[in-house]
């Protein structure tokens, strides 16, 4: 595993740093996807750094997507939910798939810290979710019912 991480970071450095090539949201998105994929939250925060904070690359949906399932995934819910926080703010176009994303991120975090930030973030995607969902399949539009049907039961628990 070190031994493959040495060798992107050479990579990163030689052919990036090294000949002023400027790295782009797609590579950004892979290799944000990559340390999804291998449960390594910190190796998605140094590429994270290293190509948003230092290198300026702005980062897509996919981007910040792969971003928020690298901590999601590692068992960092609320560090993700934070990432998908910023994805809302940016006003990129955001679809169905977020909305379930962001809703099921923000259900498990209420079940573990049912705070008034917690159930407003609920409450906010229950709101915003429809127009999201639009452009979903049906199979989508049921999922999404199922998590609403969950959210309602969560919220009128915790009343």
Known sequence: KQERC??????????????????????????????????????ADTFWKLLVVERHVRPHFLAYMAYAKAHFLAGRPRTALSIMDTLFATNCALGYKFAVDYLQCCLLVLHASPSRENRQRVSMILKKGPALMESSSASGRLYWNRLVDVAERMLSGLD
Request: aromatic content about 2%; overall charge neutral.
């Open 6 to 43: 040495s060798t992107v970071d050479g990579i990163l450095n030689n052919s990036m740093v090294a000949r002023d090539l400027r790295p782009n949201e797609v590579v950004l998105g892979g290799l944000l996807n990559c340390a999804a994929e291998r449960l390594d939250w910190r190796r």
